[in-house]
């Protein structure tokens, strides 16, 4: 995680994607909302941590004023969350939720960056999930970088009138550290090699070895 982007805070995040989880840090972060817990759940077919129970641990810490929910194509948790938001609106819980769905574009039957996020025969659509969430009251957005105004617009409060300290573009740790706010070389210029790398091979081929060592005595290898 790129910690730069992090800040204490009243905002309770659960995430199947890693990037996006830290992309919706960054976000609430911005606006100086901050973070509570950061929950990151993983895509695996089979979680240990679902987004569910998560979100359990939110509604019930104090610190946690407002929850974000990211879910991805693949299994089902999005759909028990739902339940779960049903249940405790209809308990009198008040606390806001905004969520995201990520995968819409994803094409059917094939793996999206990691083995648990593809939809299979059984699975609910992207579409499905969303609406799921809805009806449980989640207010949904496009992109994690969404995250921060909503949800500042769902506790009531306005945009900070001054940038939050540390998250400006300019700050030397985010310039080289940051996912969200990152200071690129500019185009055409070469990174300088800092130290020489080693690659250590096995083989029990001696042909192999034999002309690996004659092109190394020949002179550099080039990629």
């Known amino acids: 995680m790129p910690y730069p982007s992090f800040l204490p805070g009243c905002i309770g995040i659960v995430a199947k994607s890693g990037t996006l989880s830290y992309e919706a840090v960054a976000s609430t972060t911005r606006v100086g909302l901050g973070q509570s817990l950061v929950v990151g759940m993983g895509g695996d077919p089979l979680a240990g941590t679902t987004l569910k129970d998560a979100v359990n641990v939110f509604v019930d810490d104090p610190e946690t004023e407002g929850i974000l929910v990211i879910g991805e194509v693949g299994g089902d948790a999005e759909l028990e969350l739902a339940d779960l938001l049903h249940q405790y609106r209809a308990g009198g819980g008040r606390k806001p939720v905004a969520g995201l769905v990520a995968g819409n574009c994803a094409v059917e039957g094939k793996v999206m960056g990691h083995a648990g996020a593809f939809t299979g025969v059984a699975d609910p659509s992207v579409g499905e999930k969303v609406q799921a969430l809805e009806d449980a009251g989640a207010v949904m957005v496009q992109h994690p970088g969404r995250f921060g105004e ?53 083989t029990q081929d001696p042909q192999i070895a034999d002309k690996l060592i004659r092109k190394v005595r020949a002179g550099p290898v080039r990629a």
């Open 150 to 202: 909503v949800m500042l617009e769902l506790l009531g409060r306005p945009l900070p009138a001054e940038p939050v300290e540390g998250m400006e573009p300019n700050r030397p740790a985010q310039a080289t550290g940051m996912h969200t706010i990152v200071k690129r070389p500019s185009p055409g210029t070469v990174p300088k090699i800092r130290r020489v790398q080693r690659r250590w091979l096995y």
